[in-house]
């Protein structure tokens, strides 16, 4: 199977280049309106993304990447659909559904599959629509949570039901999400960075980063938005398995089992 649908995902080196400047004077973040901007992001209900997703990733072949365009949609806290194509064809769709669980599209390959699994069983960047929430900056704030204004930052805690915690950070001006730190059910850490938001998109409520890189274990996938709208309608179709199945016609259909 493509290593488009690997939980692993990518392995992704980043160049950082050092300057000598002024230190600059540290102070501290507005922790009001980093909470309110949290809180206006979980009012967020109804999504839909296009841009770019990009994989880089190293085995014994060497460095390699892959890219694609991408469409997302997100319904509530538990539909979501996601397109990638290349060059006009379909590559790869899944997504996820109270009623059909995790469903991928694998087009990658002359011999074509369907792989669907309960709705746990996707790539750790979309396994539930939820955690692509919480990866999005657009996941409720529970009441337990705390914010903390720091220098030149604002860091909002939010305790988990399962155990743990996830950490949203801000910039000091609280209107933008930089970075999250989260972790999987079972303690696997997560870190989320947001970036570039003069260029990002405008949903109206908030404005969400041009890119969001999700690594997990040093692996990562970068994700490159474009455009988007928030809580409007949403074609019925793209969460429909059977439409799916239909439209696509893969050529063999497997089943996920723990």
């Not at 659909?81 to 109270?98: A, E, H, I």
């Not at 909002?156 to 970075?179: F, K, M, N, S």
């Not at 439409?243 to 050529?251: N, V």
């Amino acid at each position: 199977m493509a290593r488009w649908v690997e939980a692993g995902c990518v392995a992704f080196g980043v160049m950082v280049t050092g300057c000598t400047s002024t230190q600059p004077v540290n102070t501290p973040g507005d922790a009001v309106t980093g909470m309110a901007s949290a809180t206006s992001a979980a009012s967020i209900d109804r999504l839909h993304l296009e841009g770019l997703v990009e994989l880089h990733w190293t085995d014994e072949d060497g460095a390699h990447r892959e890219q694609g365009d991408l469409e997302v949609w997100m319904d509530g806290h538990d539909r979501v659909s996601m397109r990638v194509t290349k060059f006009g064809d379909v590559y790869l769709w899944m997504g996820v559904t109270p009623d059909t669980g995790f469903f991928l599209f694998d087009l990658t390959s002359e011999d074509t599959v369907l792989v669907t699994g309960t709705p746990t069983d996707g790539p750790v960047w979309m396994r539930t629509p939820n955690l692509l929430r919480r990866m999005l900056g657009m996941a409720p704030v529970p009441e337990a949570a705390t914010v903390e204004a720091i220098d030149n930052a604002v860091t909002i805690t939010c305790p988990r039901e399962t155990g743990g915690e996830d950490v949203l950070t801000l910039d000091q001006t609280g209107r933008h999400l930089t970075a999250l730190q989260l972790s999987l059910d079972d303690g696997t850490p997560v870190q989320v960075r947001h970036r570039d938001h003069g260029n990002g998109v405008d949903l109206g409520v908030i404005q969400l980063a041009r890119f969001v890189d999700v690594q997990v274990d040093g692996d990562l996938v970068r994700l490159r938005f474009a455009h988007g709208t928030a809580n409007g309608e949403l074609p019925l179709a793209v969460f429909n398995l059977k439409r799916l199945t239909q439209a696509m016609r893969p050529d063999r259909v497997e089943r996920l089992r723990n």
